[in-house]
């Protein structure tokens, strides 16, 4: 069945996706230096993946893979590092041309391609052993359902997604106490952000494209749109912990990684997911 990618005449979701690319291209810069990123330890030899995906994701005999929204690159260079050959796309020319510095401030060999997440299939015009999805992602893009057709048309047969995200869970909670503010399900429209200066990375930074447009997506519609697309769904997993303080709420640990505090009941705030594409049948005509 041939791929089908829904094609935008909304002037809105333009003006919203221009507004988002303005919004990476410019923090790219500011990431390139932030410490956030822990850049200088990934030259150094550390990996920018969390150990949870060291240790439940086999490579095995997969030779190729590709990162979707692979932003400046530090986890696209740590899965080149494990020995498999890897291209890094991205939408924003600006996060590429860090990723391409830091990689050869590795000496880490990656393809880097600058293209729209859902025009992916168009430009690469080739199928990889392993499609990534890393975190913080899937909130940016509107069209779950296109995104799990992309990912197959880019998967080859036998090939597996994997995907690490914070939970939508996590989205819900307060920014000043321990208290569900957020509605968990969304109507599909965007939630829209502006003026607000800096970034995740680097509150500090001043910035002059400040608006930004992200989607909710509850776990069923994640978890449908990969299912919807053909791939079938080998394990998925939940975590209590994640690497990002997506609320003040959160304290960090020892092992440098937030979690709820100890005087409230723990929530996932971080999921990963493989899903493989099938094989195809062939049909036997009985004579």
Known sequence: MPLI????????????????????????????????????????????????EHEEFVIGDAESLLHLQCHIGTDTISWARRGVQVTGLDFSESALIQAQRI????????????????????????TYDIVYSGKGALPWLDDLDTWGKVVSK?????????????????????DGEWAIVHDYFSSGQPHIESEVQGSYAASDAVTTFNTTAEWQHTLAEVISAVAGAGLVIEWFHEFPFTYFQQSPILEVNDEGVYEVPEQYARIPLMYSLCARKPFAHSSTRVM
């Open 103 to 126: 990689a050869e401030s590795c000496g880490v060999e990656v393809s880097w391609v600058a293209a729209d997440v859902y025009d992916a299939p168009l430009v690469l015009r080739d």
């Open 5 to 52: 990618i829904k094609i935008r005449f909304d002037m809105e979701y333009s003006q919203l996706k221009l507004a988002n690319k303005a919004w990476w291209d410019e923090r790219s810069i500011i990431h390139g230096e932030s410490p956030f990123y822990k850049i200088s330890e990934l030259v150094s030899g550390s990996s920018a993946l969390g150990d949870f």
């Open 154 to 174: 880019l998967l080859k047969p036998g090939g597996r997604l994997y995907l690490v995200e914070f939970h939508p869970i996590s989205w819900i909670l307060g």
